[in-house]
């Protein structure tokens, strides 16, 4: 008799089966095993979910089908796993016609996004690497829209731990340049992204909502509420607070001067990391939909009000008073926008970066304050700030000791924070403008105690019309001689002199960029790097293909060199799920390899 449709495939008589207790066909999306147990016939993905050996060679007992490899145990009926790490193993449906047993070919799901979202639920409940990698690709190809994976990713950071983390600011790093990243590479940077975000959350207990308060305090009072809740460590007080204001349809400008006012009130606190994840919170919001403002901003707080400040350390008090230095300024700013304030063309942001990377702190203020009364607006010395942050990372001194490299990337990504703050909060008003200063000023502070990194400085290939004509002039090969510094330790001068090679020949600064995120996603990337990564590419954005972007985008690879390579292990898992997915067999491709 003819197949019962063309969708299914002759596996054989089922005397055949009975006999050979397994059958294989091949011929479909991927080979197909059927079994016979205790009666019944079922029909399996033979390749095994976890690393693609051939389950005809497990064995079947009591119902259960054990593979060979790492000794997966699989129900035989559902295929579904005991053994969460190695996934469920794809079924199909069989059938038996006149003493012949046909199988189809194709393993489909009603609806494939409903399975691969609660596929990637389970991976992130579970830390499951592979898990949340097949998922993430079975999203993708069903044609889920990149912003609703992220926005699912993020609300279950935001719910199952105490408070924004690492892996939440992975995400929203990560989410931010995905608009420059390739197919490939977008499925790897929402991979990295979720899997830091379980990682993060396993073994966590889960976040206790809060309420907003019964009454609607004007915007005023509920900023000075923040800060004082901050000043005196009160979680539950600033998040019930920061709760009324989004109750109270706060937009998101006031609610960043809101929170940006409470997060200075302490200098650089944890070397600038609790602005910084306040920052990306916000960006997080951009991306998943404001909607979800009281899910995800309120887990900055924990963090923003236990935070130690600089004040607290010897180094910002002695030899100078670098604090009462920031204090003293802040005083005088309020009369000094208003004397800028006719002045809207200022245009001295890389000058006044120069300036910033001065030896002493009263004439940096001193520029500082020189650029407000001359019409620079809080963003402005924001851009400036970031750009000198930049620089010091560009010239860190190959003389420093490795470790220092994390004290000129916190000053960056800091500053990089600041900007971005201080952009989005606007020019509404002078008190804004004077509290939103502060971040200004400690990043200033921050920046010239890291004034040993450059000392010598390391020299900015490209300037000075240096074309470094003994490398490549294609940006194919420039491309690969990029790539192939970073498969190599300490190539941090030559990577930047690749940068500077490509963008002084005019190529384009997408390729670069995709480049330079291709060599972070490969690897086994810290937290650091993909924060280098992301606040290079907004500052480029601010500064465009100019010198100054061409000295941030050296100052992210010389970092990133400075961290090349790793074991590449999350990368492995992320093509082992790429090439399962796709239907390929694993283990006999690495057989005949
Ligand atoms: S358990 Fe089957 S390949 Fe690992």
């Not at 051939?54 to 079947?60: A, D, F, I, N, T």
């Not at 019964?214 to 600033?238: C, F, I, M, Y």
């Not at 900055?300 to 010897?314: F, I």
């Not at 290079?536 to 400075?562: C, S």
């Amino acid at each position: 008799m003819d197949a019962p449709s063309k969708e299914f495939a002759l596996a054989g008589s089922l005397e055949e089966l009975k006999i050979k207790g397994r059958l294989v066909v091949h011929g479909g999306h991927s080979p197909i095993l059927v079994i016979y147990d205790r009666g019944r016939v079922f029909a399996l993905d033979n390749r095994c979910p976890h690393m693609g050996f051939p389950l005809e060679r497990g064995s079947v007992e009591d119902g259960i089908l054990t593979c060979h490899w790492h000794h997966a145990r699989f129900d035989l009926e559902s295929g579904c796993t005991f053994d969460l790490w190695a996934d469920d193993v794809p079924i199909c449906p069989v059938e038996v016609r006149n003493g012949d047993v046909w199988v189809k070919t194709t393993f489909t799901h009603a609806d494939l996004a409903a399975h691969w979202h609660q596929r990637l639920a389970n991976g992130l409940a579970h830390d499951l690497g592979l898990v949340i990698a097949k998922a993430m690709h079975g999203q993708l190809a069903a044609g889920v829209p990149q912003a609703e994976i992220v926005r699912e990713v993020a609300l279950f950071g935001a719910q199952n731990r105490d408070g924004w983390g690492v892996g939440l600011t992975i995400l929203t790093a990560l989410a931010n340049i995905l608009p420059v990243l390739p197919e490939e590479e977008a499925y790897l940077a929402l991979f990295h992204g979720a899997r830091r975000v379980a990682a993060d959350c396993d073994g966590e207990a889960p976040r206790r909502e809060r309420a907003p308060l019964g009454s609607r305090p004007d915007p005023a009072a509920l900023k000075r509420w923040l800060r004082r809740w901050t000043n005196v460590r009160h979680r539950e007080a600033a998040e019930r607070t920061l709760l009324t204001a989004i109750a109270a349809g706060f937009s998101p400008a006031e609610l960043a001067d809101a929170l940006f006012a409470a997060a200075t009130e302490r200098a650089f606190a944890d070397t600038g990391h609790s602005l910084d994840f306040i920052n990306k919170a916000f960006e997080c919001l951009d991306l998943v939909g404001w909607q979800h403002a009281a899910a995800l901003l309120p887990t900055v707080v924990g963090q923003m009000v236990a935070a130690r400040g600089a004040e607290e350390s010897t180094a910002w008090r002695q030899p100078v008073d670098l604090v009462a230095l920031c204090e003293e300024s802040t005083s005088e700013l309020a009369d000094l926008f208003a004397a800028g304030r006719g002045s809207r063309d200022w245009s001295g942001r890389a000058a006044l970066a120069q300036e910033l990377l001065g030896d002493d702190p009263a004439r940096i203020v001193d520029a500082l304050k020189e650029a407000i009364r001359a019409g620079a607006a809080p963003a402005d010395l924001g851009q400036s700030l970031a750009y000198a942050a930049a620089l010091r990372v560009a010239r860190f001194g190959n003389a420093n000791e490795h470790a220092d490299w994390e004290t000129a990337h916190h000053v960056f990504t800091y500053a990089n924070a600041v900007h971005q703050m201080l952009t989005r909060i606007g020019t509404a008003n002078i008190d804004t403008h004077v509290t939103a200063v502060r971040g200004v000023l400690h990043g200033a502070m921050a920046l010239y105690l890291a004034r040993y990194l450059n000392v010598p400085p390391a020299r900015i290939p490209g300037d000075g019309g240096d074309q470094l004509d003994d490398l490549p002039a294609d940006p194919e090969t420039i491309g690969a001689a990029l790539l192939d510094a970073f498969d190599r330790q300490r190539q941090v001068d030559l990577a930047a002199r690749l940068v500077a090679r490509h963008l002084t020949l005019g190529h384009s600064p997408q390729a670069l960029i995709a480049t330079l995120a291709h060599a972070v996603l490969r690897e086994d990337a810290g937290f650091h790097a993909y924060q280098m990564l992301e606040a290079g590419v907004r500052q480029f954005g601010a500064w465009g293909d100019t010198d100054e972007g061409r000295h941030i985008l050296i100052a992210v690879a010389r970092y990133l060199a400075a961290h090349s390579p790793t074991e590449r292990a999350s990368l492995q898992t992320a093509d082992i799920a790429r090439r399962l997915m796709r239907g390929g067999e694993l283990h006999q491709e690495a057989g005949s390899s």
